[in-house]
């Protein structure tokens, strides 16, 4: 059971593998630019594991920001996740441990694979979102310490590296779009995105995004799970 569950995970984040391995890769680079080893690489890729916060502190260390403006980034650029919890709260219920490592490993691309990712009936749930958490968490810190340790060994101009993520972004949203049986999740993050960008600019536009999305996406769950059993 075990083994099944976990070749389906292989199969469901092999986009993620791709995104992650890529951008983890220049994440890796970039803290080899700023006078960081590969060990500090994985290291900070395994406990961190926030690749917008990565790629947003190489450039805070890089200029000598305190201690305590790293921690007030952090704090804004991941609070987003409280929203995510929030909505994981029934799929994470008796998974006993795992749960915290659940919460801790909730990236955007395993929050998107975990409302996105239909799983087979012949399939643990709790074995296969751990599994699906577990491989992405690997992924990323493959990346970042393949990244790091290339950077050690070739140098060369690094403009343009940190499109990375977005690219990443992107991979995975037009993913999602070409495999759900219902776009109403996707939709629902474009407009709730293109409305708080308009209304609140682009410097403060995360937050009321984030939360009219999973206003929405709880407000129309029953539809969403409706059409995705379809």
Same mark, same amino acid.
């Given at each position: 059971?075990?083994?099944?569950?976990?070749?389906?995970?292989?199969?469901?984040? !092999?986009?993620?593998?791709?995104?992650?391995?890529?951008?983890?890769?220049?994440?890796?680079?970039?803290?080899?630019? *700023?006078?960081?080893?590969?060990?500090?690489?994985?290291?900070?890729?395994?406990?961190? =594991?926030?690749?917008?916060?990565?790629?947003?502190?190489?450039?805070?260390?890089?200029?000598?920001?305190?201690?305590?403006? *790293?921690? %007030?980034?952090?704090?804004?650029?991941?609070?987003?996740?409280?929203?995510?919890?929030?909505?994981?709260?029934?799929?994470?219920?008796?998974?006993? #441990?795992?749960? #915290?490592?659940?919460?801790?490993?909730?990236?955007?691309?395993?929050?998107? +694979?975990?409302?996105?990712?239909?799983?087979?009936?012949?399939?643990?749930?709790?074995?296969? =979102?751990?599994? %699906?958490?577990? !491989?992405?968490?690997? =992924? #990323?810190?493959?990346?970042?310490? %393949?990244?790091?340790?290339?950077?050690?060994?070739?140098?060369?101009? =690094?403009?343009?590296?940190?499109?990375?993520?977005?690219? +990443?972004?992107?991979?995975?949203?037009?993913? /999602? #779009? /070409?495999?759900?049986?219902?776009? !109403?999740?996707?939709?629902?993050?474009?407009?709730?995105?293109?409305?708080? %960008? !308009? +209304?609140?600019?682009?410097?403060?536009?995360?937050?009321?995004?984030?939360?009219? *999305?999973?206003?929405?996406?709880?407000?129309?769950?029953?539809?969403?799970?409706?059409?995705?059993?379809?």
């Amino acid at each position: 059971m075990k083994h099944k569950s976990l070749a389906y995970a292989i199969k469901a984040t !092999l986009p993620v593998l791709t995104g992650y391995l890529a951008a983890g890769f220049a994440f890796g680079l970039m803290y080899n630019q *700023i006078g960081y080893n590969p060990g500090f690489a994985a290291l900070t890729s395994a406990t961190v =594991y926030s690749g917008s916060l990565q790629f947003l502190a190489v450039d805070l260390m890089g200029a000598g920001a305190s201690f305590l403006t *790293i921690a %007030l980034f952090t704090i804004i650029v991941n609070s987003r996740h409280i929203l995510y919890g929030i909505s994981m709260i029934d799929k994470f219920k008796d998974m006993g #441990w795992r749960k #915290w490592y659940m919460i801790f490993a909730l990236t955007d691309e395993t929050y998107a +694979l975990l409302n996105h990712v239909v799983v087979p009936g012949d399939i643990d749930r709790k074995t296969f =979102y751990f599994q %699906l958490a577990l !491989l992405n968490h690997c =992924y #990323w810190i493959i990346g970042g310490t %393949l990244g790091n340790a290339t950077g050690e060994l070739l140098k060369f101009n =690094y403009k343009g590296v940190d499109f990375a993520m977005t690219a +990443l972004f992107i991979v995975t949203f037009v993913d /999602q #779009w /070409q495999q759900s049986k219902t776009h !109403l999740p996707a939709l629902f993050g474009l407009g709730c995105t293109l409305a708080a %960008l !308009l +209304l609140f600019g682009a410097d403060n536009m995360l937050i009321p995004a984030m939360a009219a *999305i999973v206003i929405l996406l709880l407000a129309f769950q029953k539809k969403v799970e409706g059409e995705t059993q379809v």
